[in-house]
């Protein structure tokens, strides 16, 4: 599986980003996608993850009420839509695939997509 990051820019607080997840050779092992973000000096934290199959989902405490993960299996895309950013959100994001729900591991990363979130 090889997975390409994309959608990330500098916003202010309050504002949205849609994250996009691009899969290729999914076909080979991959249940489901997940979103992590490391920021400086920090390490990789999980955000949100989505099967494949049916859709479902997980999210950590910090963003639940705020980002929203979903799946276009006719893309192989997995969206992370991103609402009313705040500065802690400021971040390198990355998508890993896993073989596994709900727990992972997860691998294959792509290059990731920078979010910076300015007050």
């Known amino acids: 599986v090889q997975l390409q990051a994309s959608g990330g820019g500098l916003v202010q607080a309050g504002d949205s980003l849609r994250l996009s997840c691009t899969a290729s050779?999914?076909?080979?092992?991959?249940?489901?996608v997940g979103w992590f973000r490391q920021a400086p000096g920090k390490g990789r934290e999980f955000v949100a993850a989505?099967?494949?199959?049916?859709?479902?989902?997980k999210y950590a405490d910090s963003v639940k009420r705020r980002f929203t993960i979903f799946r276009d299996n006719a893309k192989n895309t997995v969206y992370l839509q991103m609402n009313r950013l705040e500065p802690e959100d400021t971040a390198g994001y990355y998508c890993?695939?896993?073989?596994?729900?709900?727990?992972?591991?997860?691998?294959?990363w792509g290059q990731g997509t920078q979010v910076t979130v300015s007050s």
């Open positions: 890993g695939s896993s073989r596994f729900w709900p727990n992972g591991p997860y691998g294959y």
């Open positions: 050779g999914r076909s080979f092992g991959s249940y489901a």
């Open positions: 989505v099967t494949w199959t049916d859709g479902s989902t």
